[in-house]
């Protein structure tokens, strides 16, 4: 059985198309399977308590600033969406392995790719058909499923296990029960996936140590 790197990902995150665009290229060189799970962006930032970038609003300036020299330095075009932040949850079933089937990959890629590079409106339900007819994809015998509660449970036992896991962000690759989170961890990843991890596991506990202080203590030191 071919090892596998799990990829977490939802089309609203321009950094999992960016992600997307670098994993089969490491998968095939390190004869790896890239396992697909779409999940829900905003369920997992809901269980930690976090903030999308699109809610702060100078990080989402920031964002386009990052996204465009980041497309310009890799080479390829960045067109996003038309609407962001958009509702991806029918793309996201779309792309689930019990829906689309042996065209998963080719499913996931053409979203992606006709998001983040074409500005394609990737919440509305006729633009994602045509983007699959592109490719040769019956979109509409997709788009029929996306509806029907079991899909729609699909998605939703995704993110829990998801969480379950750990994931806390968009792209998030787990590999060997390795987490990497971000598309700047390819190179992380290459480095693990080729052996040479420079990563000194003993110092891993480094981290749990006891806490000194709460953002609840700056609240209360603001009022007094």
């Not at 799990?6 to 390190?30: E, G, N, Q, T, V």
């Not at 702060?56 to 996003?80: D, H, M, V």
């Not at 006729?126 to 592109?134: N, P, Q």
């Not at 140590?209 to 009022?223: E, G, I, N, S, Y």
Request: charged share 30%; with cysteine.
């Amino acid at each position: 059985m071919t090892a596998k790197i799990h990829f977490y990902f939802d089309f609203i995150s321009p950094y999992a198309y960016f992600a997307w665009r670098k994993l089969p290229i490491l998968a095939k060189k390190y004869n790896r399977e890239i396992e697909p799970h779409p999940v829900v962006f905003g369920k997992l930032l809901d269980k930690w308590g976090q903030l999308g970038p699109a809610e702060i609003p100078p990080k989402r300036s920031w964002l386009t600033q990052y996204c465009l020299r980041y497309a310009a330095l890799n080479g390829f075009e960045y067109n996003p969406p038309k609407k962001h932040p958009f509702n991806p949850l029918a793309a996201l079933r779309m792309s689930l392995k019990e829906v689309s089937g042996i065209d998963q990959l080719g499913v996931i890629d053409a979203i992606f790719k006709g998001g983040w590079s074409q500005g394609a409106d990737l919440g509305e339900l006729s633009a994602l058909i045509s983007l699959l007819a592109k490719q040769s994809i019956d979109g509409e015998v997709l788009a029929q499923q996306v509806s029907k509660s079991d899909i729609k449970d699909l998605l939703i036992n995704e993110t829990n296990k998801a969480i379950e896991k750990g994931v806390f962000g968009v792209p998030t690759m787990i590999i060997d029960d390795n987490l990497f989170w971000g598309n700047d961890q390819m190179d992380h990843i290459e480095l693990f996936l080729d052996g040479k991890d420079p990563l000194d596991r003993e110092r891993l506990s480094d981290s749990d140590r006891p806490r000194a202080v709460d953002r609840k203590v700056f609240k209360k030191l603001d009022k007094d």
